[in-house]
């Protein structure tokens, strides 16, 4: 049978598979790098979810969990060979932890099993139940692991060599460990490479708390994942964990603690965020927390500060101003509360003393609008300030009834 022809109309209309001189086939995304194909794949919006409401406090670490395509980019790592290493170093990025062992203890196994997973974790928040904040009643389950993951944990713990290992081997092995937040400890110190931290405080102190009804005047000590930034802040080895070389950015929950007792994260040489929340100190003085501020002068690489439902005295404010070289953005939020006004004046002074480079500045004063307000003063002398947020009241001094202020 004669072939048919075709007709020179036809074929230009026939499509084109360009080929290269050597006789490959035309590129494909496969193809690309993996440095493409991770920007590619960072640009899937996240699974949808129910959207958190935000009328506790937006700018806490609890609530719920960031949403992220978890399940696109498993499929991505599943389809093709050459998506798996991006795929799973976005899949491995982020994690949030929220106190479920259902999916975290597997999480964590495949972390102990596999380093070069660990290895690929660069945020870790703990997210805890709001319920905790407002000081209701909340029930936590056993975890009733089986003796493989536990023997898991345990063994890793071992092997980091670290100095409360056997305390913690027991709370593993007594189904204990929620109380002291040990998984998020475990997390904390098999990611070498995490680059943003977020803390929460432990459920265990709540309850303590909560027993006493005393639920925010009472000094704690740090929990098992802050240990290692401490020591690592003063150079001090801390079992076989990693130093934190890469940390860049560190939020903590204040509450149980003075400020003194952190202030030593400052040291650490990669810092350049730290967010400090929920922190009141109408408990407590300067000098009751039996250590001392742990941050010399002008050491401090941190260029970032955002204080969070934060009340202190202006001593510690001093403090954290003049241990950081050069801030670049300082950020409160007053807690809502009676006491006596904020001397905002001073804290300009300060700020001005300290770091006259400061580029952007919000003060949000949540307190009682009725009481006196002391004026924040001129802000001419910041040759540098680019972004200012804060109240007409706190500008001119005055209160103003009829005005209605809208805070995103």
């Not at 709370?171 to 002291?180: A, G, V």
């Not at 009481?371 to 001119?396: C, D, P």
Request: charged content about 20%; proline content about 6%; hydrophobic content about 40%.
């Amino acid at each position: 049978m004669a072939k048919r022809k075709t007709s020179k109309f036809a074929q230009s209309r026939l499509p084109k598979h360009p080929r290269s001189q050597a006789g490959q086939s035309r590129a494909h995304i496969s193809g690309l790098p993996a440095e493409i194909l991770l920007r590619i794949f960072g640009f899937i919006p996240p699974s949808e979810g129910r959207p958190f409401h935000h009328r506790f406090n937006p700018l806490a670490t609890w609530g719920v969990p960031r949403r992220a395509a978890t399940r696109d980019y498993l499929s991505l790592a599943l389809t093709c060979r050459a998506f798996t290493p991006a795929a799973t170093s976005l899949l491995y990025q982020k994690y949030d932890h929220n106190w479920d062992h259902k999916t975290s203890t597997p999480f964590i196994e495949r972390l102990i099993a596999k380093p070069e997973l660990a290895a690929l974790v660069k945020d870790v928040k703990e997210v805890g139940s709001i319920r905790y904040h407002i000081g209701t009643h909340h029930s936590v389950e056993l975890r009733n692991r089986n003796a493989p993951s536990v023997e898991a944990m345990t063994s890793a713990i071992t092997r980091l060599d670290i100095p409360q290992a056997n305390a913690y081997n027991a709370l593993f092995q007594n189904d204990q460990d929620l109380y002291t937040s040990l998984e998020t400890a475990l997390l904390v110190f098999l990611t070498p490479n995490v680059e943003k931290l977020s803390l929460n405080c432990c459920p265990g102190l709540q309850k303590a708390f909560r027993a006493r009804g005393d639920r925010r005047w009472a000094l704690r000590q740090p929990q098992a994942a802050l240990l290692p930034l401490l020591y690592a802040a003063r150079g001090i080895p801390y079992g076989q964990v990693h130093s934190f070389k890469n940390l860049r950015r560190l939020k903590l929950n204040m509450l149980g603690f003075h400020i003194n007792t952190i202030s030593s994260v400052l040291k650490l040489e990669s810092l350049r965020d730290l967010v400090l929340f929920d922190y009141c100190n109408h408990g407590f003085g300067l000098d009751d927390t039996g250590s001392s501020w742990d941050c010399a002068p002008k050491t401090s690489n941190v260029q970032n500060i955002r204080l969070d439902d934060f009340d202190c005295h202006l001593g510690s404010l001093n403090n954290l101003f003049q241990s950081c070289r050069a801030l670049t953005s300082f950020a409160i939020t007053t807690p809502y509360s009676q006491g006596p006004p904020w001397q905002w004046s001073e804290v300009r002074n300060l700020l001005l003393m300290h770091h006259p480079g400061l580029e952007a500045l919000k003060i949000k004063d949540m307190r009682d609008r009725a009481a006196a307000l002391v004026r924040l003063g001129s802000l001419r002398e910041f040759a540098n300030l680019k972004y200012l947020a804060t109240s007409l009241e706190l500008l001119v001094g005055k209160f103003i009834p009829s005005c209605v202020l809208h805070w995103f």
